[in-house]
């Protein structure tokens, strides 16, 4: 049931967010590229397959909305060389990239979605806030000690003149 409800919701939020930023910039056909660790070997393995499925799942919808969805995927283990595998030609044609998941892989592909005036989309926790330095970076997931402590700014600052 859970998981059932996990698929549908990433399913609800990644339409939602694909519709969106499709119908702002206008990109038809869109190409997202997946950098994860498409593989059965592990936690972090099956559960990227997961994720991957959602977004297959997620085009699927789009395509019912008329949108069409190019992916080009790429298996980024824990020891992948994501500078190698930004070499292969067709992640320049990427408008989207989802992962990395390993924190270690996060430069090459911030540095390359930047240059190619590509999105990058983190699904994933990981050790570091590239969505602050980034403005090409959106992250998903967030640790909830993360979370707190931003709203906990984010209200300090708001109502910094009230006495609450």
Not at 6 to 24: E, G, H, R
Not at 82 to 101: E, R, Y
Not at 136 to 164: H, L, M
Request: glycine share 4%; hydrophobic share 45%.
């Amino acid at each position: 049931m859970a998981n059932n409800f996990t698929k549908k919701a990433v399913l609800s939020v990644l339409v939602s967010l694909f519709l969106s930023i499709t119908t702002a910039f206008a990109i038809v056909p869109i190409n997202v590229g997946v950098m994860l660790p498409l593989h059965n070997d592990d936690g972090d393995g099956k559960r990227a397959i997961e994720y991957y499925r959602g977004l297959i799942l997620a085009a699927e919808e789009m395509k019912n909305e008329g949108v069409e969805v190019n992916f080009y995927a790429w298996n980024a283990h824990i020891n992948a060389d994501v500078s190698k595998i930004l070499q292969d030609p067709n992640a320049k044609k990427c408008d989207f990239f989802f992962g990395p998941m390993y924190t270690k892989q996060l430069p090459a592909l911030q540095s390359f979605a930047a240059a190619n005036n590509a999105k990058e989309i983190i699904p994933f926790s990981i050790n570091d806030d590239p969505a602050s330095h980034y403005s090409n970076v959106f992250q998903i997931y967030q640790e909830p000690q993360f979370t707190r402590t931003e709203y906990i700014k984010k209200f300090a600052e708001k109502f910094s003149a009230c006495q609450v």
